[in-house]
Nanobody, 113 residues
Framework: QIQLVETGGGLARPGGSLRLSCAVT????????MAWYRQAPGKAREFVAS???????EYGDSVKGRFSLSSDNAKNILSLQMNNLKPEDTAVYFC???????WGQGTQVTVAS
């Protein structure tokens, strides 16, 4: 059974950091393109970052230079390191496997002072 489970969300101060993890079961995380999306209240879901099976990464313009995506084949986890957080990063963050459209349940990230 394929599951994507996000953890690591919470409250951070502006300028702070959080690390999100997406634990994957049912497939090997490095065998597929994987991505993070986020959705703020009242807004459409927004692309954050993606990684191809070969390791090539892409980032949304709003997070370039601040967020970093990585995958751990041994632990089968996709991670999103978020630095220099801003209040506008507040959203529910979702892990996504585009192939067959799998989504996690999301984890809330709130950036506030």
């Amino acid at each position: 059974q394929i599951q994507l489970v996000e953890t690591g969300g919470g409250l951070a101060r502006p300028g702070g950091s959080l690390r999100l993890s997406c634990a994957v079961t049912g497939f090997t995380v490095t065998d597929y393109k994987m991505a993070w999306y986020r959705q703020a209240p009242g807004k459409a879901r927004e692309f954050v970052a993606s990684v191809l099976s070969g390791g090539f990464t892409e980032y949304g313009d709003s997070v370039k230079g601040r967020f970093s995506l990585s995958s751990d084949n041994a632990k089968n986890i996709l991670s999103l390191q978020m630095n220099n957080l801003k209040p506008e990063d507040t959203a529910v963050y979702f892990c996504h496997r585009p192939a067959h459209n799998y989504w996690g349940q999301g984890t809330q990230v709130t950036v506030a002072s």
